[in-house]
């Protein structure tokens, strides 16, 4: 797949573009449902599919005092869409130049002329240019001026509504990881570099990776069953309770994330873990004594490895 960016707006000359347009903030499966349009469309006509996604995000620069909380990085969210068997991601740098284009030049500059569309697929609710002013009603007549054809698709709905980056987050909020996973069509992960913490899950026998995380958004503060990996080294996933939290038996003030990952031993120090989430096992709480916190990880641990069985 290529990854491209689009500094300079320069034509990119690919056969027949089939596009799709957005933010695909953790691609979840209304972004998934357009990918495979413009995969579809592409394939039709042996051309190229590309999603066309921004970086950054459009509030960061629009107002980023109520900008919400990434789900995912740009590094992941390419990853993932290279999975959906698309030919190029395209990364265009939102900045307030862009922001100030009306949706007419949008079109043309960008839909036009520097991707070449000859169809874009985009959601019902999308909205681009100046101020939100162009809608998918918008975009249908000037394509039809600019030769690309229009393509609305319905929101995917997840439990009656439809699925949404701010569903997600507020689902992420609560510690519902299994219902972010159900928009997700995958189980929400967070990665980071394992650094050095306290020590002190191994003085208790709970040897823990504590990560320092690369992603800005992490469920609500709790135990989990999860699932780790090393994506740069490869390997099987391997199941873990994962807490996030203060340690407040320990007069913790700092919130940490740290996985005690089951039937491993190794070093870990220095390598970039993935943990996703597969199901919350429980509220974070201060316990009398550290015994007390170990027989209850214990009773963790043989909670998630049924969870883990079962998922």
């Known amino acids: 797949m290529e990854i491209c960016r689009l500094d300079g707006l320069e034509p990119r000359q690919w056969r027949y573009a089939a596009v799709t347009v957005g933010n695909f903030d953790g691609v979840h499966l209304g972004h998934q449902a357009l990918a495979a349009a413009v995969v579809e469309e592409a394939r039709r006509s042996r051309g190229t599919s590309v999603v066309l996604t921004f970086d950054p995000h459009p509030s960061r620069v629009l107002s980023p005092d109520r900008a919400p909380s990434a789900l995912m990085t740009l590094q992941q969210k390419?990853?993932?869409?290279?999975?959906?068997?698309?030919?190029?991601?395209?990364?265009?740098?939102?900045?307030?130049?862009?922001?100030?284009?009306?949706?007419?030049?949008?079109?043309?500059?960008?839909?036009?002329?520097?991707?070449?569309?000859?169809?874009?697929?985009?959601?019902?609710?999308?909205?681009?240019?100046?101020?939100?002013?162009?809608?998918?009603?918008?975009?249908?007549?000037?394509?039809?001026?600019?030769?690309?054809?229009?393509?609305?698709?319905?929101?995917?709905?997840?439990?009656?509504?439809a699925v949404s980056s701010?569903?997600?987050?507020?689902?992420?909020?609560?510690?519902?990881?299994?219902?972010?996973?159900?928009?997700?069509?995958?189980?929400?992960?967070?990665?980071?570099?394992?650094?050095?913490?306290?020590?002190?899950?191994?003085?208790?026998?709970?040897?823990?990776?504590?990560?320092?995380?690369?992603n800005e958004t992490l469920p609500?503060?709790?135990?989990?069953?999860?699932?780790?990996?090393?994506?740069?080294?490869?390997?099987?996933?391997?199941?873990?309770?994962?807490?996030?939290?203060?340690?407040?038996t320990f007069g913790g003030t700092e919130t940490t994330l740290e996985a005690h990952l089951l039937d491993f031993e190794g070093d870990l120090y220095g390598q970039r873990l993935r943990v996703a989430f597969e199901g919350r096992l429980r509220e974070e709480r201060r316990f009398s004594t550290p015994e007390d916190l170990v027989a209850q990880i214990r009773r963790d641990t043989a909670h998630a490895r049924r969870l883990l069985l079962a998922t």
């Not at 284009?101 to 697929?121: K, N, P, S």
């Not at 740069?232 to 407040?248: F, Q, S, T, Y």
């Open 78 to 161: 390419v990853e993932v869409l290279q999975e959906l068997g698309l030919d190029c991601v395209a990364v265009l740098p939102f900045t307030s130049a862009l922001a100030h284009r009306t949706a007419e030049e949008f079109a043309r500059d960008v839909v036009q002329l520097a991707l070449g569309a000859r169809v874009v697929v985009v959601g019902a609710n999308f909205r681009f240019g100046r101020h939100r002013s162009g809608d998918v009603a918008l975009l249908g007549e000037l394509g039809r001026k600019l030769g690309f054809v229009v393509k609305g698709l319905s929101p995917v709905l997840h439990e009656g509504t």
């Open 220 to 248: 609500r503060n709790g135990v989990y069953a999860g699932r780790c990996s090393l994506p740069e080294a490869g390997g099987p996933a391997l199941a873990a309770v994962v807490n996030i939290g203060r340690k407040p």
């Open 166 to 214: 701010t569903r997600i987050r507020e689902a992420l909020a609560r510690g519902e990881v299994e219902n972010a996973r159900g928009m997700l069509g995958r189980p929400f992960f967070v990665e980071g570099r394992v650094v050095q913490g306290d020590g002190r899950g191994r003085s208790l026998g709970i040897p823990t990776a504590n990560l320092s995380p690369s």
